[in-house]
């Protein structure tokens, strides 16, 4: 019997004949086309700036109180996308405030009442436009108990302001 290192087999294998004890050499890769360095953030994570909240605040979508009030219930996912906020800080501000008592169902869903609504608006008011802490909105909502009152009266006068400006700037 021949001795192993001369018996070869050809299955019409470029390699085969070849001593099988040789390391292929690896298959040639393309080099990578140079990187493009980015001087922009373009993720979403971390805390917004001051410009970026001053920015939002003027875009959040609540609806007039005419509007607001004809559903009774508004889910938590519809809420968080009136404010322009996850959803996570919506229920963070649910268990941090004793005045939002949103509704559950049995499986654990949130549902907002109207009044609900316009207490995130005055907590959202506190927090990112008068850029109070959370603990700083709490003693101002316990401290001031017309605190709702006030900021009403604040959004009517801000209203007037805007219609007025409009007008100035129409004439």
């Known amino acids: 019997m021949p001795p192993l290192s001369q018996i070869s087999f050809s299955f019409d294998d470029p ?5 099988p004890r040789e ?3 690896p298959p040639q890769v393309p080099e990578p086309p140079a990187k493009e360095v980015l001087t922009v953030k373009t993720g979403k994570r971390g805390r917004k700036s001051i410009r970026e909240m001053e920015r939002e605040a003027d875009l959040i979508e609540v609806p007039e109180d005419e509007l607001l009030f004809q559903k009774q219930y508004y889910a938590i996912g519809e809420v968080a996308a009136m404010f322009r906020e996850n959803t996570s800080l919506i229920r963070y501000w649910e268990k941090e405030f004793a005045i939002l008592k949103p509704r559950k169902n049995r499986k654990g ?3 907002f009442r109207p ?15 008068r850029k109070y802490t959370i603990e700083g909105a709490k003693d101002f909502i316990r401290d001031h108990k017309k605190a709702q009152e006030r900021h009403v009266m604040q959004e009517s006068l801000q209203k007037i302001k805007s219609f007025l400006i409009e ?5």
């Open 23 to 25: 390391v292929p050499a």
């Open 109 to 111: 869903d949130r549902f």
């Open 115 to 129: 009044e609900d609504i316009k207490n995130l608006k005055m907590i959202y008011h506190l927090l990112r436009e």
């Open 167 to 171: 007008l100035k700037n129409n004439l």
């Open 15 to 19: 390699s085969a004949g070849k001593d």
